[in-house]
């Protein structure tokens, strides 16, 4: 089995930058493609970006508009999802998601809450 811990987010104000860390534990070996969700209440989750198991970022939400990177390290196993010019608009709870064996792991989420 894998599991998978978030941190890093917080209370932010609109333009400042927050970076999201995901690490995964068990057994990493087996995980592919990791990603990042976010969900608000009443809103369905939406994918904020996806990364491969080689460390090539593959899809960004319409969203992102260029504001978002996505980082991978193999070697501890974390995906780094680091956020700029934050808007009210990303408030969520943000979720990292792994591919392992057919099957997809998820993380407790992290909340970011972006203020005017």
């Known amino acids: 089995q894998v599991q998978l811990a978030e941190s890093g987010g917080g209370l932010v104000q609109a333009g400042e930058s927050l970076k999201l860390s995901c690490l995964a534990s068990g057994k990493t070996w087996t995980i592919g493609g990791m990603a990042w969700y976010r969900q608000t209440p009443g809103k369905e989750r939406e994918l904020v970006a996806r990364i491969t198991r080689g460390g090539v970022p593959r899809e960004f939400g319409d969203f992102v508009k260029g504001r978002f990177t996505l980082r991978r390290d193999n070697t501890q196993t974390t995906v780094d999802l680091q956020m700029n010019n934050l808007t009210p608009e990303d408030t969520a709870v943000y979720s990292c998601?792994?591919?392992?064996?057919?099957?997809?792991?998820w993380g407790q989420g992290t909340q970011v809450t972006v203020s005017t």
């Open positions: 998601s792994a591919q392992a064996q057919g099957l997809a792991y």
